[in-house]
């Protein structure tokens, strides 16, 4: 396997470790971590999956680099690994700015705002993460199934952001609307 297949294996084997210490941090049963979908619960766990779909497509390719039918250039392989990690940290930082405020979909009970960490540069750090990875699962991995899954899955993704906006703007009021008008959706 050639050096980059080794790092990305790597990338992913610290992602998988922090979110284990993450769920572990946060001391949560799975039922309190599992909020309430913010769109239809089809699209919502189908967007989910096929994200991370091109997380395992990245994987498998790292671990078989002769799979698929395009042969990708070294140069564009280093580019996924460099996007990969940029991801991976972006991640990893905003799970852990997060801290016990971690939920996938709306919570139920009382939230704080977050604005501080990579919040206060954007308010979906966490989704930059995640969609920079897909983005380099894609250069990384050019398989039309990949592609479509990553367009897919950032789609319902923003459509979730919206959703989720909309909740913390009802429940933030003001605050939120301040937080807006400093930090954007992104970037």
Partial sequence: MPLHSYLVLFAFTVLFWVFILQFIRTKNSLSVLLGNPTIEKLYFVSGKITLFTTWFLFIIKA???RLGYLDVPPGLSWLAVGLLYIGALILAISLINLGKSLMVGLPSGETT???HGLYRYSRNPIYLGVHTIAIASCIYF????NIAFTIYGIYIH???I???ENFLAKRFGPDWVTYCSKVRRYL
């Fill in 142 to 145: 050019p398989d039309l199934i």
């Fill in 63 to 65: 671990i078989n680099p």
């Fill in 158 to 160: 923003h459509l979730i």
């Fill in 113 to 115: 705002l977050q604005t």
């Fill in 162 to 164: 919206k959703e989720e």
